[in-house]
């Protein structure tokens, strides 16, 4: 007899929404939109006859969700080895990396020629994203990670610390001597960090410096990249980690003003599954970043740091 399933799409739809209990994190996880999601999953609980969310403020699973689920998951998981085994043995030298946005293109982008002029016979494929890796369901090497460091169930080893620093182009960090100086200038605010309370706003780090005048122009990004690039381009002061303009500040495209910077418990750091850590090739790729984010090999630490 054929087997009685259900369409493909709409499983890994639902399955993705069960795990984040969030239609926008799952559209994120599989580049669709939340919309897409929600009509994969309405599709779904049509074929089944059952409704699988208990839709409120909070989305939260059915019964019915939370006896499947893990059964889903682990049928995806299968699918996803035969997959890999399926696939040619010219796939074997291929390292998939995750990494953040700005870090990956500001950093890591412009180091790999030389990785790949070390290792010519790994093929590098390189996701930029902001969402944490499930390693179990995505065909994914390695990741670089930006937080506090605590990655439960996975390998993860701290490549650098990370301070927060003002920076602008030289020819408007001309004219700021003095933290008040600041405020003659347009700031540049990165909302998707101060959202997540990694950053703080240039409000509360301008009155840590003595300067409580409120500032009369802030323009809002909602990408590091984006806030990094406006600042090279001369539109405004910018607030950014340090790693991903270090290149900017060495080449003399941007410049750090005030000796300022505030000090950060958060950092990058490689997460590499368990069933990974012995591939040649992953362990190609860790030697090598070790190397490229040793001391010696850094721009020189960040010591100021903001007023008490």
Same mark, same amino acid.
């Given at each position: 007899?054929?087997?009685?399933?259900?369409?493909?799409?709409?499983?890994?739809?639902?399955?993705?929404?069960?795990?984040?209990?969030?239609?926008?994190?799952?559209?994120?996880?599989?580049?669709?939109?939340?919309?897409?999601?929600?009509?994969?999953?309405?599709?779904?609980?049509?074929?089944?006859?059952?409704?699988?969310? @208990?839709?409120?403020?909070?989305? %939260?699973?059915?019964?019915? =969700?939370?006896?499947?689920?893990? &059964?889903? $998951? /682990?049928? +995806?998981?299968?699918?996803?080895?035969?997959?890999?085994?399926?696939?040619?043995?010219?796939?074997?030298?291929?390292?998939?990396?995750?990494?953040?946005?700005?870090?990956?293109?500001?950093?890591?982008?412009?180091?790999?020629?030389?990785?790949?002029?070390?290792?010519?016979?790994?093929?590098?494929?390189?996701?930029?994203?902001?969402?944490?890796?499930?390693?179990? @369901?995505?065909?994914?090497?390695? %990741?670089?990670?930006?937080? =506090?460091?605590?990655?439960?169930? &996975?390998? $993860? /080893?701290? +490549?650098?610390?990370?301070?927060?620093?003002?920076?602008?182009?030289?020819?408007?960090?001309?004219?700021?001597?003095?933290?008040?100086?600041?405020?003659?200038?347009?700031?540049?605010?990165?909302?998707?960090?101060?959202?997540?309370?990694?950053?703080?706003?240039?409000?509360?780090?301008?009155?840590?410096?003595?300067?409580?005048?409120?500032?009369?122009?802030?323009?809002?990004?909602?990408?590091?990249?984006?806030?990094?690039?406006? =600042?090279?381009?001369?539109?405004?002061?910018?607030?950014?980690?340090?790693?991903?303009?270090?290149?900017?500040?060495?080449?003399?495209?941007?410049?750090?003003?005030?000796?300022?910077?505030?000090?950060?418990?958060?950092?990058?750091?490689?997460?590499?599954?368990?069933?990974?850590?012995?591939?040649?090739?992953?362990?190609?790729?860790?030697?090598?970043?070790?190397?490229?984010?040793?001391?010696?090999?850094?721009?020189?630490?960040?010591?100021?740091?903001?007023?008490?």
């Amino acid at each position: 007899m054929p087997r009685q399933l259900p369409p493909l799409n709409a499983v890994r739809a639902f399955e993705a929404a069960a795990r984040h209990l969030s239609f926008a994190r799952a559209a994120e996880e599989l580049h669709v939109t939340p919309a897409a999601i929600s009509q994969q999953v309405k599709l779904l609980e049509d074929h089944l006859g059952v409704a699988l969310f @208990v839709r409120g403020k909070k989305l %939260a699973l059915s019964d019915t =969700a939370h006896t499947v689920l893990p &059964l889903l $998951s /682990e049928a +995806l998981d299968q699918i996803e080895r035969a997959m890999l085994k399926a696939r040619p043995n010219t796939q074997n030298n291929t390292l998939v990396i995750s990494a953040p946005p700005a870090f990956a293109s500001r950093w890591l982008v412009p180091r790999l020629e030389d990785f790949q002029t070390q290792h010519p016979g790994i093929e590098l494929r390189l996701h930029a994203t902001k969402r944490p890796v499930n390693f179990q @369901v995505e065909d994914v090497d390695v %990741a670089i990670r930006f937080g =506090a460091g605590s990655y439960p169930g &996975l390998s $993860s /080893e701290r +490549l650098m610390p990370e301070a927060i620093i003002p920076v602008a182009a030289p020819a408007l960090a001309a004219s700021i001597r003095m933290p008040h100086d600041l405020i003659a200038h347009p700031l540049l605010e990165d909302d998707w960090h101060i959202e997540n309370g990694m950053f703080p706003d240039w409000i509360t780090w301008l009155a840590t410096l003595g300067v409580n005048a409120t500032p009369p122009r802030i323009r809002h990004f909602g990408d590091a990249n984006l806030v990094i690039q406006a =600042a090279v381009s001369g539109l405004g002061v910018a607030l950014c980690w340090h790693s991903p303009v270090a290149d900017d500040l060495q080449a003399g495209r941007l410049v750090h003003l005030l000796n300022q910077s505030i000090p950060s418990t958060l950092g990058y750091d490689l997460v590499i599954p368990q069933n990974r850590l012995a591939l040649e090739k992953v362990v190609t790729f860790r030697d090598w970043l070790r190397k490229q984010t040793a001391p010696q090999n850094l721009t020189p630490s960040l010591t100021a740091s903001a007023p008490a």
